[in-house]
């Protein structure tokens, strides 16, 4: 008896902590726990009330008879109110009309930072502390990655790719004979799609962002196609594809993957987004699939291919 108590107040600290305010009990357990309460204070052994008929009178005794037990909870939490989260979805003003002063690239681009930064709907839906997001790499890049939103450590740092998927993409980067600092790589939105999250804790998880939040950014992608300039596009992710194609060109990434399209007047390879060659199964396969897209993607910009190169994720 004493274990299954201990076990049940171990259970009803659990679900305290983790926010359950109300728990159901038959009252065949009020019953019992009810005579438990009473022979403690009449000093009666625990273990002789084991399967012992409840009496009558006590039956019928109010439920407030089970207040002592309150000495095996832990103290209630404090709960702060939380003020109504955004909802997903909330209407957004019209996309801005972005527009630059003459000058070399390296000027655009950092008057379009300054746009970015100062822009009252990005500021709005960026958390305390995080950082709104624009490009990074290249101004003369021939290549352009497009991501889809920052997450944790991107808003960290205020900048794209630089989480477990970045990494990654590095890496498919040095595999075709290039630095990241010779591509230049740009996300579809510019803050992170927010989820409601209770005051002073961080955000968990990620969310895609609406159409409506891709349409508002996406002026803010097209100026940094235009000071950029690049050969060709490459959208990493169906979030980035959707962006660029049209929430109705397509609904598996797997019938665009692999294949030209257009943006902007620039040439568009459609492929899979490192995150999802980071989860399982992890296996050459899905590697060799990406790659064979990056492999287009080289050859379009006429850049060297060793036979090495070519015959990367295939199984032995």
């Known amino acids: 008896m004493r274990t299954a108590l201990h076990a049940l107040t171990d259970e009803l600290r659990r679900l305290k902590t983790a926010g359950v305010k109300m728990v159901a009990v038959s009252d065949e357990s009020v019953a019992?726990?009810?005579r438990l309460?009473?022979?403690?204070?009449?000093?009666v052994s625990v273990t002789a009330l084991h399967d012992t008929p409840e009496p009558a009178e006590s039956l019928a005794a109010p439920r407030a008879a089970a207040v002592p037990l309150k000495a095996y909870e832990p103290p209630a939490p404090v709960y702060t109110p939380m003020?109504?989260?955004k909802p997903v979805g909330e209407p957004l003003p019209p996309?801005?009309?972005?527009?630059?002063?003459?000058?070399?690239?390296?000027?655009?681009?950092?008057?379009?930072?300054?746009?970015?930064?100062?822009d009252a709907t990005c500021k709005a839906h960026v958390r305390p502390g995080k950082k709104i997001?624009?490009?990074?790499g290249s101004v003369e890049a021939k290549i352009m990655f497009v991501g889809e939103a920052p997450g944790a450590e991107e808003e960290l740092h205020g900048e794209p790719f630089v989480g477990p998927a970045g990494e990654l993409l590095t890496k498919m980067i040095q595999a075709m004979g290039l630095k990241r600092t010779e591509i230049y790589i740009g996300n579809i939105m510019n803050w992170r799609p927010e989820i409601p999250t209770p005051p002073g804790e961080a955000q968990v998880g990620n969310r895609p962002p609406t159409e409506a939040e891709i349409r508002y950014c996406l002026p803010y992608l097209r100026a940094q196609i235009d000071v950029v300039n690049p050969d060709l596009l490459v959208a990493l992710g169906a979030t980035a594809a959707h962006g660029l194609l049209g929430f109705?060109?397509?609904k598996a990434l797997g019938d665009v993957r692999g294949r030209w399209?257009?943006?902007?007047?620039?040439?568009?390879?459609?492929t899979y987004h490192p995150s999802y060659l980071l989860r399982p199964p992890i296996?050459?396969?899905?590697k060799r699939l990406v790659w064979e897209d990056l492999l287009k993607v080289m050859e379009r910009v006429a850049l060297p291919i060793s036979d090495k190169q070519r015959s990367f994720f295939l199984d032995k």
Do not use: H, Y
């Open 32 to 34: 019992a726990l009810r």
């Open 37 to 43: 309460v009473q022979a403690r204070s009449r000093g």
């Open 83 to 85: 003020p109504p989260p």
């Open 95 to 118: 996309p801005p009309t972005v527009t630059l002063p003459a000058g070399d690239k390296q000027t655009r681009w950092n008057a379009l930072l300054e746009l970015v930064r100062d």
């Open 133 to 136: 997001v624009l490009g990074v």
């Open 248 to 250: 109705s060109a397509f």
């Open 261 to 270: 399209f257009e943006f902007g007047g620039k040439a568009l390879m459609i």
């Open 283 to 286: 296996d050459n396969r899905k």
